[in-house]
């Protein structure tokens, strides 16, 4: 049986793919994101709740934005 990598600190979701981290995104903020129309978003969460995670993962989901 092969021993899941959780990805503890690991804030880019580049290298969670390429080192085959498990890791699932259960917020529905990408679909969410695509139904506004608005030009600036803030995302106001604490310490170590993943904010740079989340925008990294737009970025690789979308591209270099």
Do not use: A, Q
């Not at 503890?8 to 990408?30: A, C, H, Q, R």
């Not at 904010?51 to 979308?62: A, E, G, I, T």
Request: zero cysteines; hydrophobic letters at 35%.
């Amino acid at each position: 049986m092969k021993k899941l990598k959780i990805p503890y600190g690991v804030g880019n979701y580049k290298t969670l793919v390429e080192e085959d981290y498990y890791f699932v995104d259960k917020t529905s903020f990408i679909e969410k994101l695509e139904n506004l129309d608005e030009k600036t978003l803030v995302f106001l969460r604490p310490r170590r709740f993943g904010k740079s995670l989340f925008l990294s993962m737009l970025n690789y989901y979308y591209g270099n934005i």
